[in-house]
């Protein structure tokens, strides 16, 4: 291993530096010369029609340069959608218009209406306050099934309902699904809300548009997960301009969570509006702002039902599922309730018969689109909140039920269209075991009791689809993009080298960890090895960060161009120590000549390759640097088992965490300590779901968790200390580094062991209790209990 | 925010000469006065900042056995300098917000604002304190009149506040999740000649005074002596907790005060 760590190696996180110390250059770091600032005068109602919106008071005020309405866009293209999915009679989804500023309608609260531009963002506000606004009022479709029925209320006039599409997966296997059921010695039922939540990153959206009149490009500084999408969204789609005269960075991004993947309105704004007014144009999020205009996540409304024979095997699951779509579709907001969410209902077992329907609804609420874990997230929680159920109407162990159903042999074809690749789930549920200690569980539940409290534990496993994505299989499934990776790796004529990455880091630590890669690859040290992303200017095409796709899908592309860059540098090797490439061996950043003491070092290589005088020219071209695009050929599938012991209060129905093990199969681990970190920070975020986090409308369609008075944000204090295993590792079979991913498991398996163990403390207190929503606050917990 | 004038006075007198002035705001720490500002929902032409006055602030005892803190006074100053005379008083501050809040956040601001889930309007009410502004005295029982509604005149400051001290006193929280307010919270007191029982956070009306209780632990102070009675009024239902719930917690909060103070 290379002195300074290379894979496997808990490498300290070197740009932490840079962030702990203020350093960080984050997007609302960057002020250009000139530039003024867009303040977005939003929709206070949730659904109106638009009669008038008149500018003229605020037009002459103080600083105002510029004031933009809906009518300035009339001949600009609407915020495109990048995923069409097929209904169950093979019909296209519906696909309603999305305008930059609203046009003839508003459809949510914090929909922007019209955007000021000025010389302060006091005079913009000011200014935007003197715009008189006419709303002629609507009724407003908030829940899900209400807004299906015939009659209601429509978001779109233009669409033939509020039903964007009605999938059924796989729907050729329906028959055989039902008649499953039928034969069934047991169905256990349950019905669920998987709550809407508010993805909050510290680091709110900004965008800063700059023009050039000079050659005529432009430049947007966003706060996105995946610079070159946005380029290709709103270049092509939105504003009609070419990919060469259009630059996206993404500098330094404090935090995406998936709500910044997508492309905003705001982004087309201030590109639109920096040419338009000739100065550069900045916007930057308020807190208020974002929980108004940030895609939020979940919101799903379900009821499944699991099939059993007489022997406790699962023989079938049915799932009818609500998706809330919000009033307009954001980017990849299609595709999170049906093949992120569909294709994982088989979860850990080896149920044969799948059938998933799901109805995307449009309502007057923010769009909602992916969110850590997106659809994975929902498909656990379902699966796993039923097979407790299933255990305890059937009197089983909840651990022995699972254990029963587990798939055992890979790889293995689910009835929902994947095939898992690895996976051993006896041996995370065993390790979950010995972590959970719970031979000891009945002494701490007395301990507990002795204090009036209630002990409970729960446990779930859960199977991911990671590594985003095979783009034939999901050009197939809808995908209007690739969902490959790329890298470029340049070396220097010193030996030094620069990686030019598509996947982009915001918080995730590739400057540290894909380095650690290269550094065992060539045997050099990390140091020698710079991470450059987020710039469409300085990186090749690239997909960016989501779905736990870096190191799977960019990390192959770095792997595969690293080995361009040794098979050219052992070219030039041979050439220069006179034996033939095939005799060239590299280790510890030395060639060397197999079976001789003839040797290079790593930097006479890299300059002989720039200062080309001892060097092959009639067959090789000068020069170290080469790029590589990695497809992968499947999904990875990350799997574990977690378990939570939850104390809860009779008195108040407070609930508090108490342990917390979560035993993951990652495949192999370049970095433990950045893993351990991720699957913390998913914890967190899997536990604020389950127990706090609720982004509530009421029925006229206000948010009632608009700000941190209300939106419940898990606090430290809120959390137990973590016991975190990843020993278990089976390779990913298709990847060079087999990797699997670790970015989204906390999130996506906690939230059901968290109920679970609610529900297990509540039992033994003598409150059977069915099932109760997330979020478990007290005052639910304690109205369950008064039943 | 909109653009507003600061005056900075350094006596009382000269604040309230200060706050004459047309839609004149007074402004102690700030805590909830600047995200309203921000939220521009409101819009003062003078903000009269008291932090200068320094005979509005501090912690001292009076010859008649009162403690009495200047209006002027940051939670952190009452957490530690209370904690040796009424340490049920004390603990009311230190558990306001987050070190940041306290520092900044006074006790004047905290009663002017009256809001329904502010802790300082239970410690108040429950000790049957006195507000002193600087024109009058204001029983405690007299001055809170409802959510975000107080005995106090336009342009009035309240320049002290004193306290009686009780043999006993607990201040019981349960706080909101988001806001780490009292979703509900009790505060009880116990002097020779009976019990107060305040209650913050659960009623539309405000801070109140449940009155059940303090004639059952009057008779008896004992746990117990609660245990059957129920909270009756118009409990806030919202997010984080339906009327019934805040209704039992009232009784849950009272008990686990008593059984802290017995
Ligand atoms: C994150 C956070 C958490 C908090 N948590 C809690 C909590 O758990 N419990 C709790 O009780 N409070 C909490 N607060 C509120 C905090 O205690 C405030 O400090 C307090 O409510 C107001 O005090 P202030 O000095 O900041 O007043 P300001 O914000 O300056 O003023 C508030 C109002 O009172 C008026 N005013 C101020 N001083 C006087 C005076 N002397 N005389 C007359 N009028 C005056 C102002 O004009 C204004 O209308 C929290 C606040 C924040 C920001």
Known sequence: MPKDGGIGASTKRREDVRFLTGNGRYTDDINLRGQAYVFFLRSDVAHGKLTSVDTSAAEG??????????????????????????????????????????????????????????????????????IVVDIEELPAVINMKDAVKDGAPKVHEELTSNLCYDWGFVEENKEAVNKAFEDA????????????????????RVAVGDYSRSDGEHTLYTTSQNPHVIRLLMGAFVLGIPEHKLRVVAPDVGGGFGTKIFHYQEEAFCTFAAKACNRPVKWTSSRSEAFMSDAHGRDHVTKIELALDGDNNFTAIRTDTYANMGAYLSTFAP???????????????????????????????????AYRGAGRPEATFQLERLVDKAAHELGVDPIKLRRQNFITEFPYATPVAVEYDTGDYVATMDKLEEMADIAGFAARRKESEAKGRLRGFGVNCYIEACGIAPSNLVGQLGARAGLYESATVRV??????????????????????????????????????????????????GMGTYGSRSIAVGGSAMVRATEKIIAKAKKIAGHILEASEGDIELKDGMFSVAGTDKSLAWGDVTLAAYVPHNYPLEDLEPGLEETAFYDPSNFTYPSGAYACEVELDPETGQVTIERFSAADDFGNIINPMIVTGQVHGGLAQGIGQALMENCAYDSDGQLLSASYMDYAMPRASDLPFYDVDHSCQTPCTHNPLGVKGCGEAGAIGSPPAVVNAVLDAMRSGGKDVAHIDMPVTPSRVWAAMQG | MYNFDVERPTSIVDAVQAMSKEEAQPISGGQTLIPTLKARLAAPSVLVSLTGIEEMKGVRMSDDGRLCIGGGTTHTTVAAEAAAHYPGLASVAARIGDPAVRNRGTIGGSLANNDPSACYPAAALGSGATIVTNNREIAADDYFLGMFTTALEEGEIVTEVKFPIPQAAHYEKFLQPASRFPLVAVFVARFSDGVRVAVTGASNDGVFRWTEAEEALSANFSADAVAGLKAEGDMISDLHGTAEYRAHLVGVMTKRAVAAIA
């Not at chain 1, 006091?122 to 306050?129: I, K, T």
């Not at chain 1, 010695?185 to 680091?203: D, G, I, Y």
């Not at chain 1, 595709?335 to 994982?344: A, D, E, I, R, Y």
Request: overall charge negative; charged content about 15%.
């Open chain 1, 61 to 130: 005020m103080d600083g105002v340069v510029r004031i933009f309405t809906g009518k300035d866009f009339e001949g600009v293209g609407g915020m495109p959608c990048g995923w069409q999915v097929t209904d169950k009679h093979g019909q296209p989804m519906q696909e309603p218009g999305h305008p930059v500023l609203a046009q003839g309608k508003v459809r949510h609260v914090g929909e922007p209406i019209a955007a000021v531009v000025a010389e302060t963002l006091g005079q913009a506000r000011d200014a935007a306050e003197a």
């Open chain 1, 185 to 204: 010695a047991h169905v256990t039922t349950l019905e669920l809300v998987n709550n809407r939540l508010v993805a909050n990153p510290m680091e709110p």
């Open chain 1, 335 to 369: 595709s999170v309730p049906t093949w992120l969410h569909g294709t994982l209902m088989a979860g850990n077992y080896k149920t044969p018969l799948i059938y998933v329907n799901v109805k995307a609804v449009f309502t007057n609420t923010v769009p909602v689109d």
């Open chain 1, 492 to 541: 220097n004529a010193t030996g030094g080298l620069v990686v030019m990455t598509g996947s982009h880091s915001h918080g995730q630590g590739h400057e540290t960890a894909f380095p650690q890669v290269i550094a065992e690859m060539i045997g050099i040290d990390a140091s020698m090895i710079e991470i450059v992303h987020g710039d469409t200017a300085r990186t090749p095409m």
